[in-house]
Nanobody, 122 residues
Framework: QVQLVESGGGSVQAGGSLRLSCVTS????????MGWFRQTPRKEREGVATIYNIGRTTYYADSVKGRFTISRDNAKNTLYLEMSSLKIEDTALYYC???????????????WGQGTQVTVSS
């Protein structure tokens, strides 16, 4: 069982920036795919960004390309999500995920954090 603890969420005005962090109980060097997902009361949980350990291959949802950057620091067992040019529609509960995979046309994961709230206001 992998434990994931997110931090860095909060409230920000549109156009602002936030950095989310996720510390894991497992060596991230042993976890191939890690990612960030988000969910709102009106939408299903969606994959925002994922990153593989080998080659650091990344995936971004079209809605965040060019604004969000995912990275991982295996020495610190930490996953990051740098978010800039935030929009009101980025408001959501953001989840850290480990052992992610692409299944039935969408991303999912085996392990999840508790989530951290990001609220973007005008």
């Amino acid at each position: 069982q992998v434990q994931l603890v997110e931090s860095g969420g909060g409230s920000v005005q549109a156009g602002g920036s936030l950095r989310l962090s996720c510390v894991t109980s497992e060596y991230t060097s042993r976890i191939d795919c890690m990612g960030w997902f988000r969910q709102t009361p009106r939408k299903e949980r969606e994959g925002v960004a994922t990153i593989y350990n080998i080659g650091r291959t990344t995936y971004y949802a079209d809605s965040v390309k060019g604004r969000f950057t995912i990275s991982r620091d295996n020495a610190k067992n930490t996953l990051y999500l740098e978010m800039s040019s935030l929009k009101i529609e980025d408001t959501a509960l953001y989840y850290c995920a480990a052992d992610c995979f692409f299944d039935y046309k969408r991303w999912s994961s085996r392990y999840w954090g508790q989530g951290t709230q990001v609220t973007v206001s005008s």
